[in-house]
C-alpha cells in the first residue's frame, strides 16, 4: 500500500517513534519504534519501522511519543472582554446563577461583544487559540452565543471561521443563539425562540456558518419545550445538535438531545441513569468539562462509573469562556478530567483524541490509521498517560497539521 504513497511528491515518513494509534485492544493502540507515511495530508501507512515504506523525506523523532492531534471539541473561546470581577465576587461567596440573575455572567460577555468591532474580535481571540495550539491541538470547536442578536451571532461564527484560515487548525463552528435569553427579549421568551429558529440560525446556516447547533438547557437558561424548538429548527436545516445538559441540575435534558439524535451532551454532572442510558441508546458523547466544575466550585461529580458502564463515549474540553472556565490548556483539562473527574489516563488522552472526534461528527481524525488526516503531534514523553500527568508543563515538541510540519 505504501508503494505509490511513498514516491508521491512530498511524502514524509516521521521515522523512529513511539506510537499512540489509539486503535486495537492494546493500550493506547502502542506501536513501540514506529513510523507513519504521510502522503498528500493524509496518513498513507503506519507500521514498525523495520517494515517502513521508503518516502520523499524522513524525520528521525528519536523515540519520542507520537499521537493524533488534539481535539479541543467544545470551546467558546472568540468572546470580547474578561469576567475577572465576576471571578473576585464568586470567591467573595456569590454564586454563577445569582450573578448571571443580576444581569451579569453570559450577558456581561454579550454587552462586550456586540460591541466590538470583528477585527477587534479576531485579534482579542487569536491568542486564546495559540495557547491551544502550543499544546498540540489541530482541531478545534467553536460556539457562538455571546450575541444573541443576529448580527453579532454571525459576527462571532465570521470571526471563528477566520481563525482557523488564518491559524493552521480547522475550526468547527457551533451554533448556540440559544445560550441565554437577551436582555430585550426578558419579558418575551417565546419571541426570542423565534428570533433564532426563524432569523439567527437560517442566516447563518445561509452564510455557511453552522456545524451544529447548540443550546443551554438549563433553570437559568433555555426549557425542555424551548430547547425542543432550537432542536427542531436545526434538525429542518439538517444539522446535527448538541446540548449545554445537566450542568447546575437534572432537567432532563440529555435525554431530550438523545431523542434529536445529539451527537454530544456536555457538562452532565447532574446526569442520572436513565440519562446515560439514553445517551447509550443514541450513540451520544457524553463531553465533560471539568474545568467549568472547577472554577464554579461545583459538589457533584459527573456519573463516570456509570457512562463507563453503559459504553458511553467520554470526551473532554476546555469549555474556554471568560466565565465559568477561562482555561486554555487541554492538557490542563486532560488531568483533572482524572484527578477531579476520576478517569484513567488513558480515557484522558481517548477523550482528546478518539472521542473528541466523535463529539463533533468527525471520521477523519482521532486515530493514527491509514486514510487518516495526518494531524500528528510528537510529544517529548515516554508514554502516552503521561500526557495527563504534570500541570503547567509543555512537552509538546512539533505538530504536522493535514501533514505539513508547523515551525516549532
Ligand atoms: O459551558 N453553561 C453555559 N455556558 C458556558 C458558560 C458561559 C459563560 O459563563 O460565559 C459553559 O460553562
Ligand atoms: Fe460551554
Not at 460577555?109 to 474580535?121: F, G, H, N, P, Q
Not at 438547557?217 to 445538535?241: G, M, Q, R
Not at 431530550?256 to 454532572?269: F, K, P, Q, V
Not at 493514527?368 to 509538546?396: C, M, Q, S, T
Request: glycine share 8%.
Amino acid at each position: 500500500m505504501g508503494s505509490t504513497a511513498a514516491t508521491s511528491p512530498g511524502s514524509l515518513l516521521i521515522a523512529n517513534a513511539r506510537i499512540a494509534t489509539m486503535l486495537g485492544g492494546s493500550p493506547y493502540g502502542l506501536v513501540e519504534n514506529g513510523a507513519v507515511l504521510v502522503a498528500d495530508g493524509n496518513i498513507a501507512w503506519v507500521g514498525p519501522m523495520r517494515e517502513a515504506p521508503g518516502a520523499h523525506r524522513q524525520i528521525d523523532a528519536e523515540g519520542r511519543l507520537l499521537t493524533p492531534g488534539l481535539i479541543d471539541c467544545h470551546t467558546h473561546l472568540v468572546y470580547a472582554g474578561d469576567r475577572a470581577h465576576e471571578f473576585e465576587l464568586r470567591l467573595k461567596g456569590v454564586s454563577y446563577s445569582d450573578i448571571a440573575k443580576a444581569g451579569g455572567g453570559i450577558l456581561s460577555t454579550v454587552r462586550a461583544t456586540r460591541a466590538a468591532s470583528e477585527s477587534d474580535l479576531l485579534s482579542s481571540s487569536m491568542p486564546r487559540l495559540d495557547r491551544l495550539l502550543a499544546e498540540g491541538v489541530t482541531t478545534v470547536e467553536i460556539k457562538s452565543g455571546y450575541g444573541l442578536d443576529v448580527e453579532t451571532e454571525l459576527k462571532m461564527l465570521r470571526v471563528a471561521r477566520t481563525l482557523g484560515r488564518q491559524r493552521p487548525v480547522d475550526i468547527r463552528t457551533t451554533f448556540l443563539g440559544a445560550h441565554a435569553f437577551p436582555p430585550e427579549f426578558k419579558e418575551n421568551r417565546s419571541a426570542y425562540v423565534r428570533l433564532v429558529c426563524q432569523e439567527a440560525l437560517p442566516s447563518a446556516v445561509k452564510e455557511g456558518l453552522v456545524d451544529a447547533v447548540d443550546a443551554f438547557c438549563e433553570t437559568i437558561a433555555f426549557s425542555l419545550d424551548e430547547t425542543a424548538e432550537i432542536f427542531k429548527a436545526a434538525l429542518a436545516h439538517n444539522i446535527p445538535v448538541k446540548l449545554h445538559a445537566e450542568q447546575l441540575s437534572n432537567m432532563g435534558g440529555a435525554k431530550l438531545a438523545a431523542r434529536y439524535g445529539a451527537i454530544s451532551c456536555d457538562h452532565l454532572e447532574y446526569l442520572d441513569d436513565s440519562g446515560v442510558a439514553a445517551l447509550t441508546a443514541a450513540s451520544t458523547v457524553a463531553v465533560l468539562l471539568p474545568g467549568a466544575f472547577y472554577y464554579l466550585r461545583e459538589k457533584q461529580l459527573p456519573p463516570v462509573a456509570e457512562l463507563r458502564r453503559q459504553g458511553v463515549p467520554i470526551a473532554l474540553a476546555t469549555d474556554l469562556n471568560p466565565g465559568s472556565s477561562p482555561v486554555h490548556s487541554l492538557l490542563t483539562i486532560m488531568n483533572m478530567g482524572c484527578v477531579l473527574f476520576g478517569l484513567t489516563a488513558e480515557e484522558s488522552v481517548r477523550a482528546v483524541t478518539v472521542n473528541a472526534a466523535r463529539a463533533l461528527r468527525l471520521e477523519d481524525r482521532g486515530d493514527i490509521a491509514p486514510g487518516r488526516k495526518a494531524d500528528l503531534v510528537l510529544w517529548d514523553l515516554e508514554a502516552p498517560g503521561h500526557l495527563a500527568y504534570a500541570l503547567g508543563f509543555n512537552p509538546h515538541h512539533r505538530t504536522f497539521k493535514a501533514g505539513r510540519e508547523l515551525s516549532q
